[in-house]
């Protein structure tokens, strides 16, 4: 079956250390992926998009993620943290038999200063 | 800025009484998506409309439903709430429905059932 899985419900990091977060994907055929970010009491932002085009993809907020198909994986993230990356981070999917958007749990991502 | 608008952010309505969510969008795309999104979970797709045509999700209750007037605005319903409906609506856009195409959130609708 189809699915995407984020692995770590919470991430804490102090600031200006590496962010990572963890999303894996499971497809015979790489789907398109997303990364999306939410900041309390916000809607969902798009942080970054993956479309075949390159295996590393830049987005805003200097974040960007490295698709892996060998494993399977489009983990996010940033060399330094920021107080303002606090966040809820979704990575999300559409198959290609399915453009509708499959969400991973989300982790919730807190720094420390 | 062209974007998805929702009004309004905060909905308080009593247990059955029936609620009425909006959203509007000036970036002309075609498909409206309802999400419902609970306390740490991900946004759960309820429906979208694809101009006008209306698809389902199959877990959908009856109780919610959504109408699209023009292409700007679209609408959730919640006939009779119940305590468990007390969440955050989402609306979001596409421009169309090819896979690669990212959807565009507003910042939603908190619900709450007294």
């Known amino acids: 079956a189809q699915s995407v899985t984020q692995l770590g419900s919470h991430v804490s990091v102090s600031e200006g250390a590496l962010v990572l977060l963890r999303c894996n994907y499971s497809?015979?055929?790489?789907?398109?992926l997303f990364w999306y970010v939410q900041y309390p009491n916000q809607g969902l932002q798009l942080l970054l998009k993956?479309?075949?085009?390159?295996?590393l993809v830049k987005g805003i907020n200097g974040f960007e993620a490295e698709f892996k198909k060998s494993e399977t994986s489009f983990h996010l993230t940033k060399p330094s943290a920021h107080m303002s990356d606090a966040a809820e981070y979704f990575c999300?999917?559409?198959?290609?038999?399915?453009?509708?958007?499959?969400f991973g749990a989300g982790t919730t991502v807190t720094v420390r200063a | 800025d062209a974007m998805v608008i929702q009004n309004p952010r905060y909905q308080v309505t009593q247990f059955g009484k029936p609620v009425t969510l909006s959203c509007s969008q000036t970036?002309?795309?075609?498909?409206m998506y309802w999400y419902q999104q609970k306390s740490s979970q991900a946004p759960k797709l309820l429906f979208h409309?694809?101009?006008?045509?209306?698809?389902n999700e199959a877990d959908t209750p009856d109780n919610f439903q959504s109408r699209r007037p023009n292409t700007s605005f679209c609408f959730l319903d919640i006939r009779s709430p119940g305590l468990g409906d007390a969440a955050m609506y989402l609306c979001?856009?596409?421009?169309?429905?090819?896979?690669?195409?990212?959807?565009?959130f507003g910042d939603g609708t908190r619900l709450s059932i007294l």
């Open positions: 970036l002309n795309h075609n498909v």
């Open positions: 979001a856009t596409s421009r169309d429905t090819t896979v690669n195409q990212p959807q565009h």
């Open positions: 497809s015979s055929v790489p789907p398109y």
């Open positions: 409309y694809y101009d006008k045509d209306f698809n």
């Open positions: 999300a999917v559409s198959f290609l038999n399915d453009y509708k958007l499959s």
């Open positions: 993956y479309t075949s085009a390159a295996t």
